[in-house]
């Protein structure tokens, strides 16, 4: 909803205190301009559930995802490749990633953006997953098994 001649108000909310209903009053409006938080806010508001699917599943893998820290404190020799807590954390990413393909709704570009096998690739390359790993191998089959089922 733009503003009268300026343009910089993108999106007016009606507040629920304001009473009437038939009441409008520009005082009685919350407006959201544009910031950086508003146009997150406005894009979540204009996403279908497609895209809440995906955003989900990223969040989710994302939480558990060994690459962002420990892949450093492994290079750093902070930590061993062979360390049972670095394993730990490696199977439960793979089990959570393994669930979020899983995810029932995504379509074949969704699951093309949360394609598992270049993080899979550098995990085997650094030697925090061996290459023969059982969970990451179905992790794979059940990635190209949602791809093939899922619509366009």
């Known amino acids: 909803m733009p503003d009268d001649k300026s343009g910089k108000e993108i999106f007016v909310v009606r507040r629920r205190s304001d009473g009437r209903l038939g009441a409008f009053r520009r005082r009685c409006l919350r407006k959201l301009w544009r910031s950086t938080g508003s146009w997150v806010l406005l894009h979540e508001l204009a996403m279908n559930d497609a895209d809440h699917l995906l955003h989900r599943a990223i969040a989710s893998i994302s939480q558990s995802d060994p690459l962002i820290k420990l892949l450093e404190q492994v290079r750093l020799g902070r930590m061993n490749r062979s360390d049972p807590a670095l394993r ?31 993080r899979l690739e550098l995990l085997t390359q650094e030697g925090m997953l061996p290459t023969d790993h059982a969970e990451a ?3 794979l089959a059940d990635f190209e098994r949602a791809l093939i089922r899922a619509s366009l």
């Open 137 to 139: 191998l179905e992790l």
């Open 88 to 118: 730990v954390i490696t199977d439960a990413w793979v089990t959570t990633y393994r669930k979020a393909v899983a995810t029932t709704g995504l379509t074949k570009q969704a699951l093309r953006q949360i394609d598992p096998s270049p």
